[in-house]
Each structure stands twice: as C-alpha cells, then as structure tokens.
Nanobody, 118 residues
Framework: VQLQASGGGLVQAGGSLRLSCAAS????????MAWFRRAPGKEREFVAS????????YYADSVKGRFTISRDSAKNTVYLQMNSLNPEDTAVYYC????????????WGQGTQVTVSS
C-alpha cells in the first residue's frame, strides 16, 4: 500500500488543521491506520490510530480531546482533525498502515509539516 499525506501548514496557537492520508495500491492489506509525529530533536511518537473495519480508535494522552482520527473507506482516506493546537504540536506528521496480524506499521507516508506559532 502507498500512502500520501497532506494538509500540513502554519497555524497560530489555538487554531485547527486537518490532515489527510490517501491510501492506494493493495489497500486490502491494510488493517489499521495511524498518525505519528516527530518533533525537532525528539523521537517519533504515536498520535492516533483507527481500524478500517470497525473504526476502533486510540489516542495518545497528549492529544485526547483535541485531535480526532476518522476514515472514509470509500475514498481509502484517513483524516486527523487537530483542534486547539499549541506549539508543542509542531512536528512532521506521518501516516502509517498496519497489516492484519502484525504489530508494526510497515507502510509509511512521506510526512507533512505542521507548525504552530505562539
């Protein structure tokens, strides 16, 4: 499966952005989609995930109540709605796909930059 992330940009603190991740190719190989982020000088961290089938979601504590992950199966697209952004959310955001029965995410998008100014 190939992933194409988009929607990043520059936003002021308190603002919102919506990221999109379009999947193509062998999308039937994808069981779960996730967003990760890497801030400057920090390790990559998990943000949120969703299963294609049941729409089961998980969130990092740092984004609960502010970010919402969703999917449009007809469009093979996953979204990350980010509200109440703060400068600590500044990072490159990556979408990733997990195959059934696997614990790792084997396919990754190219990343989209999100910058939150104070």
């Amino acid at each position: 499966v190939q992933l194409q992330a988009s929607g990043g940009g520059l936003v002021q603190a308190g603002g919102s952005l919506r990221l999109s991740c379009a999947a193509s190719g062998r999308t039937s190989d994808s069981f779960r989609m996730a967003w990760f982020r890497r801030a400057p000088g920090k390790e990559r961290e998990f943000v949120a995930s969703i299963t294609w089938g049941g729409g089961l979601t998980y969130y990092a504590d740092s984004v609960k109540g502010r970010f919402t992950i969703s999917r449009d199966s007809a469009k093979n697209t996953v979204y990350l709605q980010m509200n109440s952004l703060n400068p600590e959310d500044t990072a490159v955001y990556y979408c990733a796909s997990q195959r059934p029965g696997r614990t790792n995410y084997g396919a990754w998008g190219q990343g989209t930059q999100v910058t939150v100014s104070s």
